[in-house]
């Protein structure tokens, strides 16, 4: 059974930091490109960043770019997103997802196999 288990998500002031975390099992995981996706009620699901299955690699949208790094542990199975001086927009639930797809990454939703079931950060300015 494939799994993807989110944490780190919590309340935090603007300017501030978290690092959210993803652990796999089921899957081996080093053969997946993972990413983090976000979601805020009512909107699309969104692509915040990327990691190739090697990790040497690694794509952000533009609203996060120089805030935020992606990156993972194949030996942990674990993929992490550390957030720098956070936004009240940044606001959202966080989704890590797994990839095979053979490009090594990618920033569509359809593209990813299995999903995690999100973790909450609210940002408060």
């Known amino acids: 059974q494939v799994q993807l288990v989110e944490s780190g998500g919590r309340w935090v002031q603007a300017g501030g930091s978290l690092r959210l975390s993803c652990a796999a099992s089921g899957i081996t995981f080093s053969s997946y490109a993972m990413a983090w996706f976000r979601q805020v009620p009512g909107k699309e699901r969104e692509f915040v960043a990327a990691?190739?299955?090697?990790?040497?690699?690694?794509h952000y949208s533009d609203s996060v770019k120089g805030r935020f790094t992606i990156s993972r542990d194949n030996a942990k199975n674990t993929v992490w997103l550390q957030m720098n001086s956070l936004k009240p927009e940044d606001t959202a639930v966080y989704y890590c997802?797994?990839?095979?797809?053979?490009?090594?990454?990618?920033?569509?939703?359809?593209?990813?196999?299995?999903w995690g079931q999100g973790t909450q950060v609210t940002v408060s300015s």
């Open positions: 990691v190739s299955w090697s990790g040497d690699r690694t």
């Open positions: 997802a797994a990839s095979l797809i053979s490009t090594g990454w990618a920033r569509l939703q359809s593209d990813y196999d299995y």
